[in-house]
């Protein structure tokens, strides 16, 4: 009587029941893939790599202590130069060839272009308005048009040349100053001299690229006024840049989101309210130095004193187009295109 009530215990049950799902998904996956064999007959399928489980496909092989690159390496040496692989819910095809890349990302670059959506882009790429992750669609191709021809156009990189050239011509100077000393002699002649000096040239030309991105989109420095750096803003872009690279299980596995594994949501949340804070204040400063509405009551976009940057040329053509607001605000939009 004791063995029977523990063997219906509720973390028994529960494992039995867990354990009778997976068995059934797995079954039912494999009962769909052959009837998709069957109707698609005379159509040259991807071959699939072997050792997927069911659930987690093939993630125990991609997270074990051999690096992903060679595990899929070998398995390209097995299955041919392009295979399918199982990320959990998400079908995977994998290419290891040049050949191959060429054909999809040239030849057939319309049909890959899409992605599924990830969590970094729902917390941190404003529920997908963030083209950078956002899927392929009508929205992401309005907007990759105002990037191609208001900021990667020939024209306005020729525009954009002095903004470059005078950041690294600040950079230079900054280094020259760093590795000399300026002395006066006894009757007052200024006399440098060059002396050793360390530089972390990896930090100096992360600052320069950071500085030139940020002058070119929205009109501003990493540096400050006073020669100091601004470190906050330093840590939230490398915070961004690295969760929005950062694998997490929910991706591949939507139904564990709510147990925020490795607490990476956690902190997509606190980087996207920092994020957010300081492009909202960009947007204002920029939405304040606009000139006011002109006699026929349009918004003048010319900026007082003041040379034009991605986010200034965004705001007239967020505001005129009614098409593209029909997917987020105008605000919402400006603010994760620049980002």
Not at 134 to 147: A, L, N, V
Request: charged fraction near 25%.
């Amino acid at each position: 009587m004791e063995m029977s009530s523990s063997l219906l215990s509720t973390p028994t049950i529960v494992i039995t029941t867990i354990i009778a799902l997976a068995v059934s998904l797995y079954y039912i996956s494999g009962l769909r893939n052959i009837r998709s064999g069957q109707t698609g007959r005379g159509k040259k399928m991807v071959p699939s790599a072997g050792g997927s489980w069911p659930l987690i496909g093939h993630l125990h092989l991609l997270g074990g202590s051999i690096p992903p690159h060679i595990v899929l390496a070998e398995m390209a040496d097995n299955y041919g130069a392009m295979f399918a692989v199982k990320l959990g819910i998400r079908q995977t095809v994998v290419v290891s060839t040049w050949e191959m890349a060429k054909e999809c990302l040239t030849t057939n670059d319309r049909a890959l272009a899409t992605r599924p959506r990830s969590l970094s882009s729902e917390v941190m790429g404003y529920n997908g308005a963030f083209v950078g992750l956002s899927p392929y669609g009508p929205y992401w191709s309005q907007i990759r048009k105002i990037i191609t021809r208001e900021l990667l156009s020939s024209h306005q990189l020729e525009l954009l040349r002095q903004v470059c050239e005078s950041e690294v011509l600040g950079w230079m100077k900054d280094m020259y100053k760093e590795c000399t000393s300026t002395e006066r002699d006894i009757i007052g002649l200024t006399r440098t001299t060059v002396r050793t000096t360390k530089v972390d040239m990896k930090r100096r030309f992360g600052d320069l690229a950071l500085n030139m991105m940020l002058r070119i989109i929205v009109g501003t420095e990493y540096t400050k006024a006073d020669g100091g750096v601004n470190d906050g803003m330093k840590f939230l872009i490398r915070d961004f840049i690295e969760l929005a690279g950062r694998f997490v299980a929910s991706d591949a596995l939507p139904f564990l989101s709510w147990l925020d594994l490795g607490g990476y949501q956690a902190a997509m949340k606190r980087t996207s309210r920092g994020i957010d804070r300081l492009l909202q204040e960009w947007l204002d400063e920029h939405k304040s130095r606009r000139k006011p509405k002109g006699e026929d009551g349009a918004m003048n976009p010319i900026i007082i004193n003041r040379g034009q940057d991605f986010m200034d040329v965004m705001l007239p053509i967020l505001e005129d187009d009614q098409d593209i607001q029909s997917y987020y605000d105008a605000d919402t939009i400006n603010k994760a295109t620049c980002l």
